[in-house]
């Protein structure tokens, strides 16, 4: 099952975060195929994961920060499970919990910095694609499109960031020319092979290989699509 094993890669990246959260947070160039350290972009590399995965690990870690109940207690934060644990034990959750949150904010400082960068380059990353729009199902659970927002543009009333944000991903959109605006808009010339992602051309093969199921043309009279 591909959820589970994504679930468990989440579950894994946030523990090894707890013991070397520099690497994984050097990590997200390789994940998404996005900018490294030096605002490049690596040549001929397909990456393992997507931005996806970056919206996917803020959700988890979310959901991890809302179902961890804290009370403080002399200089510590205790987790709450009916008895006492020793202070040992309450710093080593204190600092896991405040990975957990740097590693959220280090998502979205990513987010960012691929959305800036691709603003001034002819071939953008997929950043824009997956970044969320507001009020979408993961914005409505985390807030995701929002912080992004506020990180964005930190000076500004935050819905005046949101307008904002919705004209930088649709520019970005368009410029990537998003598979599925294509097909929706029925526009198949504009359509570049070489820009679909693996997992979008294998979930949409059928509909881009406009063929019947004994190998007929499916719309022979659409010059668009046989072009």
């Not at 690497?23 to 998404?32: D, H, Q, Y």
């Not at 953008?124 to 985390?142: M, Q, Y």
Request: charged share 35%; aromatic share 12%.
């Amino acid at each position: 099952d591909g959820n589970g094993e994504r679930d468990l890669f989440y579950k894994l990246l946030t523990k090894f975060n707890d013991y070397q959260p520099e690497m994984v947070i050097n990590s997200f160039p390789f994940l998404t195929g996005g900018y490294n350290e030096n605002n490049e972009l690596h040549k001929n590399f397909v990456p393992p994961g997507s931005f996806l995965d970056l919206c996917k690990l803020y959700k988890f870690l979310h959901e991890k920060e809302c179902s961890e109940k804290y009370v403080k207690r002399k200089d510590y934060l205790y987790a709450v499970s009916g008895e006492d644990v020793k202070d040992y034990e309450a710093k080593k959750k204190l600092t896991k919990q405040n990975n957990t949150k740097l590693l959220k904010h280090a998502i979205l400082e990513y987010f960012v910095k691929c959305l800036t960068l691709d603003e001034i380059v002819e071939y953008p990353t997929l950043a824009g694609k997956w970044a969320p729009s507001e009020n979408k199902e993961i914005d409505r659970e985390t807030g995701l499109a929002k912080d992004l927002t506020r990180l964005l543009f930190p000076d500004i009333p935050l819905n005046t960031g949101l307008k904002l944000y919705r004209k930088l991903l649709t520019k970005l959109r368009k410029q990537l020319k998003v598979l599925e605006t294509l097909m929706s808009q029925n526009a198949w010339d504009e359509i570049e092979v070489k820009r679909i992602t693996s997992k979008a051309f294998i979930k949409y093969m059928k509909g881009l290989k406009n063929e019947n199921k004994d190998g007929s043309i499916k719309y022979p009279d659409d010059k668009l699509r046989n072009k």
